[in-house]
């Protein structure tokens, strides 16, 4: 199986979002376009910790994936 290598990021640097439907209270997690097509994952409550990375193929598949309700039961 391919394992690639994450780009080096300074996370600090990279323009985070988060949905508009998030809580007030902080209790969120962010999204960040990152070098190459990845896109790095954090807790809003934890923006110093090092974010999860996702490549864009793995990104496609998560959202194609949400998108088709196979997380519903989650929430």
Do not use: Y
């Amino acid at each position: 199986m391919d394992n690639p290598t994450p780009p080096t990021v300074d996370f600090d640097s990279l323009t985070w979002i988060k949905a508009s439907a998030s809580s007030d209270q902080g209790a969120c997690v962010e999204l960040a376009a990152a070098p190459r097509g990845w896109v790095a994952l954090r807790d809003s409550k934890h923006p110093d910790r090092e974010p999860l990375m996702f490549t864009p193929a793995e990104m496609t598949a998560f959202l194609a994936g949400a998108r088709a309700g196979e997380f519903d039961h989650l929430a």
